[in-house]
T-cell receptor
Framework: DQQVKQNSPSLSVQEGRISILNCDYT??????FLWYKKYPAEGPTFLIS?????DKNEDGRFTVFLNKSAKHLSLHIVPSQPGDSAVYFC??????????FGTGTRLQVFP | KAGVTQTPRYLIKTRGQQVTLSCSPI?????VSWYQQTPGQGLQFLFE???????NKGNFPGRFSGRQFSNSRSEMNVSTLELGDSALYLC?????????????FGQGTRLTVV
Protein backbone atom coordinates (compact mmCIF):
# COMPACT_ATOMS: atom_id res chain seq x y z
CA ASP A 1 0.00 0.00 0.00
CA GLN A 2 1.88 3.04 -1.29
CA GLN A 3 0.67 5.92 0.86
CA VAL A 4 2.92 8.45 -0.89
CA LYS A 5 3.07 8.32 -4.67
CA GLN A 6 5.25 10.03 -7.21
CA ASN A 7 3.72 8.97 -10.48
CA SER A 8 6.36 10.47 -12.74
CA PRO A 9 9.57 8.47 -12.56
CA SER A 10 11.43 11.06 -14.60
CA LEU A 11 11.23 14.66 -15.77
CA SER A 12 13.38 16.56 -18.23
CA VAL A 13 13.48 20.38 -18.16
CA GLN A 14 15.53 22.98 -19.96
CA GLU A 15 17.86 25.15 -17.91
CA GLY A 16 16.17 28.38 -16.80
CA ARG A 17 12.66 26.98 -17.04
CA ILE A 18 10.42 25.82 -14.22
CA SER A 19 10.57 22.27 -12.88
CA ILE A 20 7.40 20.95 -11.27
CA LEU A 21 7.57 17.71 -9.33
CA ASN A 22 4.36 16.18 -8.07
CA CYS A 23 3.42 13.98 -5.18
CA ASP A 24 0.11 12.47 -4.07
CA TYR A 25 -0.76 10.91 -0.76
CA THR A 26 -3.62 8.85 0.53
CA UNK A 27 -3.39 9.13 4.32
CA UNK A 28 -5.44 12.09 5.57
CA UNK A 29 -3.58 11.93 8.88
CA UNK A 30 -0.37 13.19 7.27
CA UNK A 31 0.31 16.67 8.51
CA UNK A 32 3.94 17.28 7.64
CA PHE A 33 5.53 17.00 4.23
CA LEU A 34 9.11 17.19 3.06
CA TRP A 35 11.12 17.11 -0.12
CA TYR A 36 14.54 15.53 -0.36
CA LYS A 37 17.08 15.58 -3.15
CA LYS A 38 19.43 12.68 -3.80
CA TYR A 39 22.55 12.44 -5.89
CA PRO A 40 23.99 9.02 -6.80
CA ALA A 41 26.07 7.40 -4.07
CA GLU A 42 24.94 9.97 -1.50
CA GLY A 43 22.23 10.06 1.11
CA PRO A 44 19.13 12.22 0.55
CA THR A 45 19.49 15.88 1.43
CA PHE A 46 16.63 17.80 2.98
CA LEU A 47 15.31 20.57 0.72
CA ILE A 48 12.13 22.05 2.05
CA SER A 49 9.14 21.14 4.19
CA UNK A 50 5.59 22.28 4.78
CA UNK A 51 3.14 21.84 7.60
CA UNK A 52 -0.48 21.07 6.85
CA UNK A 53 -1.53 24.41 8.33
CA UNK A 54 0.07 26.12 5.35
CA ASP A 55 -0.52 25.82 1.62
CA LYS A 56 2.77 27.28 0.44
CA ASN A 57 6.35 27.49 1.63
CA GLU A 58 9.15 29.21 -0.22
CA ASP A 59 12.92 28.98 0.10
CA GLY A 60 14.91 30.67 -2.61
CA ARG A 61 14.33 28.90 -5.91
CA PHE A 62 12.26 26.19 -4.24
CA THR A 63 8.57 26.45 -3.44
CA VAL A 64 6.36 23.69 -2.11
CA PHE A 65 2.59 23.85 -2.56
CA LEU A 66 0.14 21.77 -0.57
CA ASN A 67 -3.44 21.09 -1.62
CA LYS A 68 -4.97 19.19 1.29
CA SER A 69 -8.36 18.65 -0.31
CA ALA A 70 -6.70 16.96 -3.28
CA LYS A 71 -4.04 15.29 -1.10
CA HIS A 72 -1.44 16.64 -3.45
CA LEU A 73 1.79 18.50 -3.06
CA SER A 74 4.23 19.83 -5.58
CA LEU A 75 7.74 21.21 -5.64
CA HIS A 76 8.53 24.08 -7.99
CA ILE A 77 12.10 24.92 -8.89
CA VAL A 78 12.56 28.26 -10.63
CA PRO A 79 14.80 28.76 -12.48
CA SER A 80 16.06 25.23 -12.97
CA GLN A 81 19.81 24.73 -13.09
CA PRO A 82 21.92 21.79 -14.27
CA GLY A 83 23.04 21.20 -10.67
CA ASP A 84 19.41 20.46 -9.80
CA SER A 85 19.64 17.22 -11.76
CA ALA A 86 19.03 14.53 -9.15
CA VAL A 87 16.34 12.24 -7.81
CA TYR A 88 13.70 14.03 -5.75
CA PHE A 89 11.74 12.25 -3.04
CA CYS A 90 8.67 13.55 -1.30
CA UNK A 91 7.96 12.30 2.20
CA UNK A 92 5.10 12.63 4.64
CA UNK A 93 4.43 11.92 8.27
CA UNK A 94 1.65 12.07 10.77
CA UNK A 95 2.57 13.72 14.07
CA UNK A 96 5.34 11.77 15.78
CA UNK A 97 5.22 8.97 13.25
CA UNK A 98 7.79 7.77 10.77
CA UNK A 99 8.51 9.42 7.43
CA UNK A 100 6.91 7.67 4.47
CA PHE A 101 8.71 8.27 1.19
CA GLY A 102 7.57 8.21 -2.39
CA THR A 103 9.45 6.28 -5.06
CA GLY A 104 11.23 9.36 -6.38
CA THR A 105 11.33 11.40 -9.59
CA ARG A 106 14.54 11.72 -11.54
CA LEU A 107 14.93 15.32 -12.72
CA GLN A 108 17.28 16.12 -15.56
CA VAL A 109 18.00 19.76 -16.37
CA PHE A 110 19.61 20.20 -19.75
CA PRO A 111 21.32 23.30 -21.18
CA LYS B 1 29.07 19.91 13.30
CA ALA B 2 29.61 16.38 11.94
CA GLY B 3 26.84 14.82 9.90
CA VAL B 4 25.40 11.35 10.07
CA THR B 5 28.13 8.77 9.63
CA GLN B 6 27.50 5.29 8.31
CA THR B 7 30.04 2.50 8.20
CA PRO B 8 31.05 0.69 6.18
CA ARG B 9 30.27 2.43 2.88
CA TYR B 10 30.38 -0.80 0.88
CA LEU B 11 29.93 -4.44 1.75
CA ILE B 12 29.89 -7.66 -0.23
CA LYS B 13 28.45 -10.70 1.50
CA THR B 14 27.35 -14.15 0.40
CA ARG B 15 23.91 -15.64 0.83
CA GLY B 16 23.26 -17.02 4.27
CA GLN B 17 25.74 -14.76 6.01
CA GLN B 18 24.81 -12.02 8.41
CA VAL B 19 25.83 -8.38 8.39
CA THR B 20 25.93 -5.49 10.84
CA LEU B 21 25.77 -1.88 9.73
CA SER B 22 26.59 1.07 11.94
CA CYS B 23 25.22 4.58 12.16
CA SER B 24 26.42 7.53 14.24
CA PRO B 25 23.82 10.30 14.37
CA ILE B 26 24.39 14.01 14.51
CA UNK B 27 25.38 15.09 17.99
CA UNK B 28 22.28 15.81 20.05
CA UNK B 29 19.95 13.81 17.83
CA UNK B 30 18.21 11.03 19.71
CA UNK B 31 16.10 9.53 16.94
CA VAL B 32 17.68 7.20 14.40
CA SER B 33 15.75 5.64 11.53
CA TRP B 34 16.84 3.07 8.98
CA TYR B 35 15.70 2.82 5.38
CA GLN B 36 16.30 0.42 2.52
CA GLN B 37 16.55 1.85 -0.98
CA THR B 38 16.21 -0.37 -4.02
CA PRO B 39 15.64 0.70 -7.64
CA GLY B 40 12.01 1.55 -8.25
CA GLN B 41 11.01 1.13 -4.61
CA GLY B 42 12.02 4.43 -3.14
CA LEU B 43 13.02 4.46 0.50
CA GLN B 44 11.39 1.71 2.49
CA PHE B 45 11.22 2.31 6.22
CA LEU B 46 12.83 -0.39 8.35
CA PHE B 47 12.65 0.89 11.92
CA GLU B 48 13.19 3.86 14.17
CA UNK B 49 14.93 4.02 17.52
CA UNK B 50 14.61 6.68 20.13
CA UNK B 51 16.37 6.62 23.49
CA UNK B 52 17.46 3.00 22.95
CA UNK B 53 13.88 1.84 22.28
CA UNK B 54 12.37 0.80 18.98
CA UNK B 55 9.57 3.27 18.44
CA ASN B 56 8.42 2.32 14.95
CA LYS B 57 8.81 -0.68 12.72
CA GLY B 58 8.24 -1.19 9.01
CA ASN B 59 7.10 -4.29 7.15
CA PHE B 60 10.33 -6.23 6.98
CA PRO B 61 10.94 -9.80 8.11
CA GLY B 62 12.46 -10.59 11.47
CA ARG B 63 15.84 -11.16 9.82
CA PHE B 64 16.17 -7.39 9.98
CA SER B 65 16.85 -6.10 13.46
CA GLY B 66 18.43 -3.13 15.10
CA ARG B 67 19.42 -1.54 18.31
CA GLN B 68 20.46 1.80 19.72
CA PHE B 69 23.06 2.51 22.33
CA SER B 70 23.05 5.04 25.12
CA ASN B 71 25.13 7.45 23.00
CA SER B 72 22.40 7.26 20.29
CA ARG B 73 24.60 5.32 17.91
CA SER B 74 22.64 2.60 16.16
CA GLU B 75 23.35 -0.70 14.50
CA MET B 76 21.29 -2.67 12.05
CA ASN B 77 21.70 -6.39 11.60
CA VAL B 78 20.50 -8.61 8.79
CA SER B 79 20.78 -12.34 9.29
CA THR B 80 20.58 -15.15 6.73
CA LEU B 81 21.20 -12.78 3.85
CA GLU B 82 19.25 -13.22 0.62
CA LEU B 83 20.08 -11.91 -2.84
CA GLY B 84 17.10 -9.55 -2.57
CA ASP B 85 18.69 -7.83 0.41
CA SER B 86 21.14 -6.14 -1.93
CA ALA B 87 20.36 -2.46 -1.54
CA LEU B 88 21.51 0.88 -0.24
CA TYR B 89 20.82 1.09 3.47
CA LEU B 90 20.35 4.59 4.77
CA CYS B 91 20.34 5.87 8.28
CA UNK B 92 18.74 9.15 9.27
CA UNK B 93 18.84 11.07 12.52
CA UNK B 94 16.56 13.78 13.79
CA UNK B 95 16.42 16.07 16.75
CA UNK B 96 12.84 15.82 17.89
CA UNK B 97 11.62 13.44 20.52
CA UNK B 98 8.13 14.14 19.19
CA UNK B 99 7.00 16.44 16.47
CA UNK B 100 7.93 17.35 12.99
CA UNK B 101 11.49 18.05 12.11
CA UNK B 102 13.48 17.00 9.14
CA UNK B 103 15.66 13.92 9.19
CA UNK B 104 19.29 14.11 8.11
CA PHE B 105 20.70 11.20 6.19
CA GLY B 106 24.07 9.55 6.08
CA GLN B 107 25.69 8.52 2.81
CA GLY B 108 24.46 4.99 3.18
CA THR B 109 25.95 1.52 3.12
CA ARG B 110 25.82 -0.27 -0.22
CA LEU B 111 25.26 -3.95 0.50
CA THR B 112 25.73 -6.49 -2.25
CA VAL B 113 24.73 -10.09 -1.60
CA VAL B 114 26.20 -12.64 -3.99
Amino acid sequence: DQQVKQNSPSLSVQEGRISILNCDYTNSMFDYFLWYKKYPAEGPTFLISISSIKDKNEDGRFTVFLNKSAKHLSLHIVPSQPGDSAVYFCAASAYSDKLIFGTGTRLQVFP
Amino acid sequence: KAGVTQTPRYLIKTRGQQVTLSCSPISGHRSVSWYQQTPGQGLQFLFEYFSETQRNKGNFPGRFSGRQFSNSRSEMNVSTLELGDSALYLCASSRADRGQTEAFFGQGTRLTVV
